[in-house]
């Protein structure tokens, strides 16, 4: 045993409380929802999919007519006589001969509808014809090669909307199926609200949840739920009628065939059948805590901005959100609740502003929230935001508007390099106990290989150290369907019948299932919290890409401050997407100066510098994403992570003075001589071995450690005051993985938590392997 390596425990003295830390975030994105965890196996149910959404969508997408020989059919997508003017569109059919099979088929997602022998479908439609006519439909389940593993007769009368039924109890397994009708007879028919659910979701709930994804979920234990996203939130239109307007909760509510259609930012339609209520439910269901975000009356992604003096029926949305979960069954909205079948309350305790907000326009209209919600809710956590940086001027405006107007939280986000997560892993040390607490909202490291997660393990070892400051924390994005995918990495993955955890999943899981209600104190004696890196100036080569846009750039210079020499590049004239190498440096205290213009394009340019490879280099973007930020960004091995940002928009056909500096690793920015960005870009540190310590309300003593490096390394543990003591318990733990393992559809336990038995006193050795995450759960024997 090393007899200088230890790590004390003070289990006798409970410290900070640690509340609802760990929890999960869900936003549909890469149809996390519609496709995902809402069971319906219909795509485009409502014939409501538009351009609007996707430029690919039209009425009838994954719709198809089924016309065999000597059949002649017409499918058609009208609005005259809709089934409620929320859902106009419906499809209408025309059979002109049936021969063979004459008709038409949904899709399904994927795949196509997957099927499980033996499983029961609840099919529905809404389905008309002509004034005293009647027609029989054939309704099947049953693949491209006429396998049928269900069939079942409707018999559509009269031209008023009639809601019709089935079950079906599938005989086989097969997840590439067609829902499918066939008309027997000419004539034509009308349907809308075309739906099949599995009788099998979630806890078996109407209108439910995929059980396999949701038990992913509910294995999780998290304390909390952040809904609906993310960028839904607050990217859209002000008028809550419009289908990209931004996320209107009470659009989500009641029957689902009268919840408008929307588009959903990324990409696709959002039937929103998974809505609010169903949100809550879901909390409730997984003794999660909601989080709701509603959008803050500025939508910073397209510039809309709603009147101060009309921002009232957008506070009256958060009050009657709250009203909706919390109140009384006599009030508006506790009254619609419990009308939809929940009279008790949800306890909701907490609420988001907006998203990841930048500019002033949110900042002057979060206080106006606020203040209306402390007023009728004292107790009501209400969460600020500070944009979608670690670091910089927007970062910095969310921190200082919380402040000023004491928000109780304020969300942060981020997602970097592992190098970034190492190096800040100290980042919570000195936030203080008595200012809003940190909700790391969103959060991730590039990759979601078994590395990823050891690293960003680690990295929740700060936060939780850090409780007097960090309150709520969650990993980003939670799903995502592996044929629909928007952004990557993610946690968990599926497709139309499977699913599986990544190796981040299992590290999200052994946090949140062994928590703790209090942070303990633990000392660390031998072991390094702080090994030096090599100290390293940037250094490399320096070039300009002209991003989507023309560009040119005169008075180009560059200055090593080391030797004091200059050297002077000849003027660039860009075209889009061309890039010009411009110097190469082995100095790391230098500077760039040179007049740019941005010709054509909707953004900047971009000035790589300290770049050794095409996988690592620092990029300084002027006028980047939408021609809104100024920004320095680190890759490190192709992954990228933004040191800081600041807003600055480039006007076309204007010159700007820009300068880079470098000293070290510090790096500033000056566009017109004023300084926009200051940084230093600090290398990562592996510490010796990343731990926390917390106990539980039934005094189980939990210890996670983290073991980055590639040597296993051996500590005392010891229980202050408690060394004699016999404890039984257990360990959790991932080891023995290669840092690139991960896990997949085929093999979706590669990387899994061990669980063993472990029986000691309150002082014990233990080996921790190179690469781990290990928790030891204990109990006074
Ligand atoms: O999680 C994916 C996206 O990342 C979210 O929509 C947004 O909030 C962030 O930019």
Known sequence: MDQNKQIKIDALSKQVPLGDLYGIFFEDLNHAADGGLYAELIQNRSFEFDPIDNKNYHGLTAWEKIEKEGAEVKIWVESENPLNDKNKNYLGVEVKASGKGAGFLNKGFNTGVALVEKEVYDFSCYARTERGNCI?????????????????????????????????????????VRLAFLIKESGVAYFDMVSL?????????????????????EDLKPKFMRFPGGCLVHDGSLNSEDRDSMYRWKNTIGNVESRPPRRNNWGYNQTLGLGYYEYFLLCEDLGAKAIPVIPGGYDPHHKGIVPIEELGPWIDDALDLIEFANGDVNTTWGKKRAELGHSEPFCLEYIGIGNEEVGEPFFERYPYF???????????????????????????????????????LVDEHYYQSPE????????YDNFKADEPKVFLGEYASWGNTYYNALVEAAFMTGLEKNAHAVGLACYAPMLCNVDYINWQPDMIWFNNHQVYGTPNYYVQKLFMNHQGEYLLPTTA?????????????????IAILSKGVKT???????????TGEETVSSDVELDIDEIQDLFHTTSSHYELKLKGIRRTGGRGFEIFFGETDNTNRFVWEVGGWQNQDCLLTATVKGRNSCLTQSIFSMDLDREYDLTLEVEERTIRTYIDGILMNETRDNLPVIEDIYYTASIEDNNDIIAKFVNVKDQEITVDVVLNGMEDKELTGNVYQLSGYLPEDTNSFDTPNKIYPDETKILVKGKFSFTFPKESVTVIRLGLK
């Open 525 to 541: 004696v031998g072991l390094s919290n702080a090994a030096s890196p090599e100290e390293k100036g940037i250094q490399g080569k």
């Open 136 to 176: 029989a439909v054939e309704v099947s389940l049953v693949n491209d090669e006429g396998v049928c593993y269900g069939k079942e007769h409707i018999v559509i009368s009269g031209d008023e909307w009639k809601q019709y039924h089935i079950s079906f109890t599938s005989t086989g397994t097969d997840y590439s």
């Open 370 to 408: 606020h203040k209306a919600i402390k007023e009728r809710y004292p107790d009501m956590k209400v969460i600020n935001s500070s944009g979608p940086f670690a670091a910089g001027s927007e970062y910095d405006r969310g921190w200082k508007s919380a402040k000023e107007h004491n928000s109780d």
């Open 420 to 427: 970034w997560f190492l190096a800040n892993y100290h980042r």
């Open 552 to 562: 040119s750039f005169r008075n180009i210079r560059f200055k090593d401050f080391i």
């Open 197 to 217: 659910f599995p009788k099998n979701t979630y806890r078996g709930r109407k209108n439910g949840l995929r059980p396999d994804i949701a038990t992913m979920l």
